[in-house]
């Protein structure tokens, strides 16, 4: 037999090596795992999030006045609970709590607390009649059957007046409320069936909530107002 010369063989040794590189990387193509395709742009969703991250209890307020609520001194004010509608609040010291001004209605629930301003008695208009007396804190619960829902009062008032102006805000355990000023002053919001209200005996006119001092202690009273038990 005739004997191969070495360049013969070294030639085949390069054919055979080749071809067992290509099968290998034929095996290894087939075997990759696929690399999902996203379209659009968008990348995959991880973890199960949901799209937007939303929070179903997040309530959009206005953070510069929600600020000012945490930012603002109620050091020296005194404290009034009521075991009967189930709140406590701060209100400022010259409000007279041993007066309190009551006014109930039965068929409406209604209970309607009131205490007077020993130190702000002014000139002020009421139904069209002028008087002269002290400014009036109150707080007032009555059935929300029958009368209007914080949003259509909103409105209602808004389409009365072109200076009228309402801020959304957080009162006592996160629950959605309004701060307004314009038709009348005041905090409003409502729960379990109810409206409630804490306002003054003061007409405002003006476009902007802080115009005049005297109303900056509602910033004090939304800070801490609060219900007994959890409302969330």
């Given at each position: 037999?005739?004997?191969?010369?070495?360049?013969?063989?070294?030639?085949?040794?390069?054919?055979?090596?080749?071809?067992?590189?290509?099968?290998?990387?034929?095996?290894?193509?087939?075997?990759?795992?696929?690399?999902?395709?996203?379209?659009?742009?968008?990348?995959?969703?991880?973890?199960?999030?949901?799209?937007?991250?939303?929070?179903?209890?997040?309530?959009?307020?206005?953070?510069?006045?929600?600020?000012?609520?945490?930012?603002?001194?109620?050091?020296?004010?005194?404290?009034?609970?009521?075991?009967?509608?189930?709140?406590?609040?701060k209100v400022p010291s010259t409000f007279n709590l041993n007066d309190p001004r009551?006014?109930?209605?039965?068929?409406?629930?209604?209970?309607?607390?009131?205490?007077?301003?020993?130190?702000?008695?002014?000139?002020?208009?009421?139904?069209?009649?002028?008087?002269?007396?002290?400014?009036?804190?109150?707080?007032?619960?009555?059935?929300?059957?029958?009368?209007?829902?914080?949003?259509?009062l909103m409105n209602a008032w808004k389409n009365s007046s072109n200076q009228f102006?309402?801020?959304?805000?957080?009162?006592?355990?996160?629950?959605?409320?309004?701060?307004?000023?314009?038709?009348?002053?005041?905090?409003?919001?409502?729960?379990?069936?109810?409206?409630?209200?804490?306002?003054?005996?003061?007409?405002?006119?003006?476009?902007?909530?802080?115009?005049?001092?005297?109303?900056?202690?509602?910033?004090?009273?939304i800070k801490t107002f609060e219900f007994f038990d959890s409302k969330e």
């Open positions: 037999m005739k004997q191969l010369s070495t360049r013969t063989i070294a030639i085949i040794s390069l054919i055979a090596i080749a071809i067992l590189a290509l099968g290998v990387f034929v095996i290894q193509d087939h075997t990759k795992t696929p690399i999902p395709v996203v379209e659009n742009g968008e990348e995959e969703n991880q973890g199960g999030e949901e799209d937007g991250n939303t929070n179903p209890n997040e309530v959009d307020v206005d953070e510069n006045v929600m600020a000012m609520v945490e930012a603002y001194d109620v050091s020296d004010w005194q404290i009034y609970s009521n075991e009967e509608l189930g709140f406590s609040v009551v006014y109930e209605d039965k068929e409406w629930e209604l209970k309607n607390i009131c205490f007077p301003d020993n130190q702000d008695v002014q000139h002020y208009q009421n139904e069209g009649e002028e008087n002269t007396g002290p400014r009036l804190l109150c707080f007032r619960k009555a059935i929300l059957e029958g009368n209007m829902t914080t949003e259509e102006v309402s801020y959304d805000i957080t009162i006592s355990h996160n629950i959605p409320a309004k701060l307004y000023f314009g038709y009348s002053n005041g905090i409003t919001f409502d729960l379990d069936n109810y409206h409630w209200s804490i306002q003054d005996s003061y007409s405002f006119n003006s476009s902007t909530v802080f115009d005049d001092v005297s109303n900056l202690y509602y910033l004090g009273i």
